[in-house]
């Protein structure tokens, strides 16, 4: 893990660009003339094989148990290749695949032989928990087009994994996606044994009434002193398309059609109390009883509809921790909610995040529409939003701005594949309500020259109509209008990596349906990285280093930012990975120039079977936001997962932070995050989750002139939640649970709760 400074800091003076930008440009073209010119392929063409898909009437028990006669007909593929850390050499231990599919669905086996089962690690799991474990599963391109595709994995004792996958520039995996089907595994005395059952209508595939072809490959990850992972195809690391190497299944020509219909309807059942004043007596919440309903329509293979009503979006468990201390740009969360998730990669854009569902709070309805026919990939969503909320960006921070009142909510995205591997797409989106107004348009892409170089390109344009409220609140013009550029350039090859990026971004440009944070700069980054690997006999399996030098401006030429930074990385015995090194970086603030110089590293590993353990650490000279000052910052992070047995887990973490000024101490922060789970079986949890900040600051120090604005000597906050739930599949659950929180300041002796909430939630899934 590598954690980049992103703060970036305002420019008081409007001076004319000079002479340095305009060299700062020239600096970015001749580069990427430079790379485009050096650009060959040195990448050998990979050898497929052709398998055809057995097909078989026949219906399996999902149980880990081969004892159906249809497994001795099944197609048959064998994980003959160590990819990593080996690079291609043959696996150390035999994995064996098999499937058929049934007209209804994909069916897998896998038999993962163990000359030592007694080693095989693994534990009863939630959903997408089970990489410490023993693992193996199936990745398919369904298209063809060695774009995209799916991911299914099952530790030995049947806990599930699913994951998009976008191969357009390197292996980007999404597991936020949840698919129904059917897993079981069993250790035996060889190893273990794992079956799927991967209905179709979980998949999106052309619509043919003919013989289809998939790209697929079988993955089995190995943990031990040595993290290893087998395959059924031999990587060239040269390469950067994975899809491309798979092996090739043909078939499926007997898939029934069928409605492919979802219908899931929930009711949530909650009381919040709370206390006005702390301390002082409780205020009993009234009873909230939500009913809602999600549709899901497979119109075709490759094209469904969603509509939701009345949707319940509260969020089960709580999200992970971040300290927000010395910090002036907002917090990014991550999307987890059902209706938003399915189909959300379809109005991904190449180089901006301009769709961040999270931004539509509180809809009643929604309804989205997403499908790829042939090369053309598009979808489509709208919604209202009774709680409008987006960011408002700058070059040295960024706000929220809060509207009281509903607006509405429109996506559109469209995207055309050409040629093997490059792509172009028009994204379309709009927010508005009686008083507000936010369009954005966007084309972005990528453009292959070679097995080896690449290209990723984004322009985009903005106009923002807002309210009196925002112009008071952010200082800014009723009407808003700005654009976007960005340009990112890769030559990788299987030892070395080269890169340059230029994004440049006008100070009235937004994208309030998305997560753009940062606007009023224009940046040049150039990097890159080399590796060596090792063999099996060598103490590292791998090292080597990476680095990158950027500058940034903003749009009057007032330059912000120059960082250079260089760091090695190591990875060897209990699967340890390790990086270290150093920042140097002059940054604009408030009038005044700084010199940060900063040491970091990062180093994780497993010294025993069920216990990971990682640690961050950054050190050196600080800039405090708060009173225009250079410190001294310290900042150590721990990060503690244990599997105490198949049934017990514990995650634990820790982030410490102080800021000294001179020989004074600014602030001392501490952030807490413990999650205790019991997993009774593969269905049912009991989990508890304990958060708990604590910054506390010398006031004194802070320069504010009115002593009312500044900050609380104590500032401590806290949460509890206690959760049991059941889930029969990624949509059908129960969930009862308890949460409470409170806080301490300077007017509080000791912690007090101010808030707790008990909630009830069911969903069921019905397939028609």
């Not at 244990?642 to 887990?649: F, L, S």
Request: charge should be negative; glycine fraction near 6%; aromatic fraction near 14%.
């Amino acid at each position: 893990m590598f954690v980049k400074n992103n703060n970036k800091s305002p420019d008081k003076n409007n001076n004319a660009k000079n002479d340095q930008l305009h060299s700062f440009n020239k600096t970015l073209v001749s580069c990427l003339a430079l790379f485009s010119f050096s650009a060959t392929s040195i990448a050998a063409e990979s050898i497929k094989q052709n398998y055809a898909l057995t097909y078989q009437e026949e219906k399996i028990t999902v149980d880990g148990i081969m004892d159906e006669d249809v497994w001795k007909e099944a197609t048959k593929m064998v994980l003959k290749y160590e990819n990593n850390p080996g690079d291609g050499v043959d696996a150390t231990v035999s994995t064996e695949m098999y499937f058929y599919e049934n007209g209804e669905s994909l069916n897998v086996a896998i038999i993962a032989y163990d000359p030592n089962p007694e080693l095989i690690r693994a534990s009863l799991r939630d959903r997408d928990a089970l990489w410490s474990d023993d693992n193996v599963g199936i990745v398919i391109d369904t298209f063809n087009d060695q774009r995209s595709g799916y991911e299914f994995f099952v530790n030995p004792l049947g806990a599930q994994a699913d994951m998009r996958m976008d191969d357009t520039n390197g292996w980007d995996e999404d597991s936020s996606w949840d698919a129904i089907w059917a897993s079981a595994g069993r250790i035996t005395d060889i190893g273990y044994i794992v079956e799927m059952s991967i209905p179709f209508t979980a998949l999106r595939f052309p619509q043919t009434d003919g013989t289809l072809t998939w790209n697929v490959a079988g993955l089995r990850n190995y943990p031990r002193d040595v993290r290893k992972q087998m395959a059924t195809y031999k990587s060239d690391r040269n390469i950067k398309c994975n899809l491309c190497q798979f092996d090739q299944l043909a078939g499926f020509a007997s898939i029934k059609t069928s409605n492919n219909f979802q219908l899931t309807p929930t009711l949530t059942i909650s009381r919040k109390d709370e206390k006005p004043n702390v301390p002082g007596e409780w205020q009993d919440g009234d009873t909230d009883v939500d009913p809602g309903l999600d549709i899901r329509w497979g119109i075709t293979q490759d094209m469904v509809l969603n509509v939701t009503v009345n949707p319940d979006f509260s969020q089960v468990e709580a999200d992970s921790g971040q300290l927000d201390v010395n910090n002036t740009y907002s917090l990014f969360y991550p999307e987890k909610r059902p209706f938003f998730l399915d189909g959300a990669s379809y109005f991904d854009t190449s180089n901006f995040n301009f769709v961040h569902t999270r931004n539509i709070a509180e809809p009643d309805v929604g309804i989205k529409l997403t499908g790829k026919t042939d090369q053309h990939s598009y979808g489509l969503m709208v919604a209202n939003d009774k709680n409008t909320s987006f960011l408002m960006p700058g070059n040295s921070g960024s706000g929220i701005a809060t509207l009281n009142e509903e607006s509405d909510v429109a996506i559109a995205r469209y995207k055309i594949d050409v040629g093997e591997r490059n792509d172009i797409g028009v994204l379309v989106t709009n927010r508005e309500s009686s008083h507000y107004n936010n369009t954005l348009v966007s084309v972005d892409g990528n453009y292959w020259f070679s097995q080896a170089d690449s290209i990723r390109y984004q322009i985009a344009r903005s106009e923002s109509d807002n309210p009196t409220q925002v112009q008071e609140d952010f200082g800014v013009a009723k009407e808003q209008q700005g654009n976007a550029y960005s340009l990112r350039y890769s030559h990788q090859t299987r030892d070395y990596r080269l890169k340059a990026d230029y994004t440049n971004v006008d100070e009235n440009f937004r994208a309030d349906l998305g997560f753009q944070s940062q606007a009023n700069y224009e940046k040049l980054v150039l990097g890159g990285n080399r590796t060596w690997y090792g063999t099996e006999d060598d103490l590292l399996t791998e090292w080597g280093y990476f680095g990158d030098w950027d500058k940034t401006y903003d749009q009057d030429g007032k330059m912000l930012e120059q960082e250079y930074e260089l760091f090695g990385e190591i990875q060897g015995p209990m699967q340890l990975y390790g990086n270290f090194g150093f920042t140097h970086r002059e940054k604009f603030h408030d009038g005044e120039y700084f010199y940060e110089n900063q040491i970091r590293s990062y180093f994780r590993f497993t010294p025993i079977s069920g216990l990971k353990l990682q640690f961050f650490t950054r050190m050196g000279k600080q800039i405090d936001y708060a009173n225009t000052q250079l410190g001294d910052v310290f900042n150590f992070e721990t990060t503690v997962t244990w599997d105490a047995n198949k049934h017990i887990n514990l995650d634990f973490s820790h982030n410490y932070s102080q800021l000294d000024i001179g020989s004074k101490r600014l602030f001392t922060a501490n952030q807490y995050d413990v999650r205790l789970g019991y997993q009774f079986n593969m269905r049912s949890i009991l989990k508890l989750v304990v958060q708990y900040t604590d910054i506390d600051r010398d006031a004194g120090m802070y320069s504010y002139e009115d002593i009312e604005d500044r900050p609380h000597d104590t500032n401590r906050r806290f949460s509890t939640q206690l959760i049991y739930s059941y889930k029969i599949n990624a949509q059908t659950l129960f969930f009862v649970g308890y949460s409470d929180g409170g806080f301490q300041d300077d007017n509080l002796n000791e912690l007090e709760r101010d808030q707790r909430t008990i909630f009830t939630k069911f969903s069921y899934a019905w397939l028609l």
